[in-house]
């Protein structure tokens, strides 16, 4: 299985994922405009009447294309889901500090809904299920349990990592060049 091109506009930007079929759309439309990392595809045409020869085109795992992208209204903040909210907090509750599959896992509010809390990612957190159930509809401080980590909304390039599973390692230290710097992520008291 090929494993998706990440796909920046023309200044660099990360703008999304996509498959390698839409990928040779953009190479044979010429809206390629420069690529990066490794060639990770190589896809074989037709063979020319006129030379004789087939047809190749070999994909880069990271392509710039040029032409205006539509941008969604989450790039400023990306959707929130317990799928990249796990992989954001690393399986870990942030209660008790255990590891966790994610089916032992859910999404607590910090200041719960209850109360007024909003469903952000600077509001909720990774939990295991008996201490999301301890502190129920409390605060941490209610519930005398201590938050072991501060939440942040990921950038989009970080949400970019957190959506896909199967990065390349090219493509993963190009998306690391854009992270916020470290004292700006979650980090462990």
């Known amino acids: 299985m090929i494993p998706p091109i990440l796909r920046l506009d023309v200044t660099g930007a990360p703008t999304a ?47 710039a294309c040029k032409g205006k992208v539509v ?26 500090m255990g590891a966790f599959r994610d089916s032992q896992l859910t999404r607590d509010h910090i200041i719960p809904r209850c109360q007024g809390g909003d469903d952000s990612w600077t509001n909720v957190v990774t939990a295991c299920r008996s201490c999301n ?22 950038n989009y390039a970080e949400w970019l990592v957190l959506k896909n599973r199967r990065i ?12 916020r710097r470290h004292g700006e992520r979650l980090s462990f008291s």
């Not at 903040?77 to 990249?84: A, S, Y």
């Not at 159930?133 to 990921?154: H, N, S």
């Not at 493509?171 to 060049?177: A, G, H, S, V, Y």
Request: charged share 25%; proline share 6%.
């Open 168 to 179: 390349l390692e090219d493509q993963m230290e190009f998306l690391k060049t854009r992270f």
């Open 17 to 63: 994922w996509i498959p390698w079929q839409e990928a040779v759309v953009l190479y044979v439309k010429e809206r390629v405009t420069w690529t990066a990392g490794n060639i990770i595809y190589r896809v074989r045409g037709g063979i020319s009447r006129l030379t004789g020869q087939q047809s190749h085109l070999e994909l880069s795992s990271i392509i």
């Open 133 to 154: 159930q301890k502190k129920d509809g409390r605060t941490p401080e209610e519930a005398g349990m201590t938050l072991l980590a501060v939440p942040y909304v990921p």
């Open 71 to 96: 941008r969604h209204k989450y790039d400023l903040i990306p959707p929130l889901n317990n799928r990249e909210l796990f992989h954001r907090d690393h399986y870990i509750c942030l209660y008790c």
